[in-house]
T-cell receptor
Framework: GAVVSQHPSWVICKSGTSVKIECRSLDFQATTMFWYRQFPKQSLMLMATSNEGSKATYEQGVEKDKFLINHASLTLSTLTVTSAHPEDSSFYIC???????????FGPGTRLTVT | AQSVAQPEDQVNVAEGNPLTVKCTYSVSGNPYLFWYVQYPNRGLQFLLKYITGDNLVKGSYGFEAEFNKSQTSFHLKKPSALVSDSALYFCAVSPISGGYQKVTFGTGTKLQVIP
């Protein structure tokens, strides 16, 4: 089946630094990728949707200058958390939609801890 | 706007007993319905989906779900629960339409299977 990878799986950084999270579709081309944030014991909150080669569409309330999303190729999207603060600590999950089947596959998630 | 309701935060069931995790939805037009499972500190794993056809959908790990259009429900079921089924379960919906289809998740139901 289709596989989506995320790297890193866990990252700890100091307040004020920036962190980049990669999301890759390993065996299919993802025309659309989604970035979600999940707080403890809560559901997934869609942060943004990115289409290959175009600017991401951010959900209401999500700061686009803080959460930079790049979808440079059909297999890679990146989320950069700029000037991270402790309140950005969360579990970030990406998903990728297969351009042919429209199935959506999820990555394993990245746990970000900002100290 | 589309929405998903999972009325139970937690469901407890004895091992070997049948289990049901409830989900109701609201969407414009016909729905595309999903169930995902999440283990601690992991991403979401796809269980099953409904798009059209038979109302009873069979998925991974012995799970199945029944689509009921009149009740706008898509309850997850399994005839005999295993301890290893203990996890967090998410129901999700998106409209069936051309172009971008935003997927909305429920708040999740924690399933606890008691040995």
């Amino acid at each position: 089946g289709a596989v989506v990878s995320q790297h890193p799986s866990w990252v700890i950084c100091k307040s004020g630094t920036s962190v980049k999270i990669e999301c890759r579709s390993l065996d299919f081309q993802a025309t659309t990728m989604f970035w979600y944030r999940q707080f403890p014991k809560q559901s997934l909150m869609l942060m943004a949707t990115s289409n290959e080669g175009s600017k991401a569409t951010y959900e209401q309330g999500v700061e686009k200058d803080k959460f930079l999303i790049n979808h440079a190729s059909l297999t890679l999207s990146t989320l950069t958390v700029t000037s991270a603060h402790p309140e950005d600590s969360s579990f970030y999950i990406c998903s990728a939609r297969d351009g042919q089947t429209y199935e959506q596959y999820f990555g394993p998630g990245t746990r970000l801890t900002v100290t | 706007a589309q929405s998903v309701a999972q009325p139970e935060d937690q469901v407890n069931v004895a091992e070997g007993n049948p289990l049901t995790v409830k989900c109701t939805y609201s969407v414009s037009g016909n729905p595309y319905l999903f169930w995902y499972v999440q283990y601690p500190n992991r991403g979401l794993q796809f269980l099953l989906k409904y798009i059209t056809g038979d109302n009873l959908v069979k998925g991974s790990y012995g799970f199945e779900a029944e689509f009921n259009k009149s009740q706008t429900s898509f309850h997850l079921k399994k005839p005999s629960a295993l301890v290893s089924d203990s996890a967090l379960y998410f129901c999700a919906v998106s409209p069936i339409s051309g172009g971008y289809q935003k997927v909305t998740f429920g708040t999740g139901t924690k399933l606890q299977v008691i040995p």
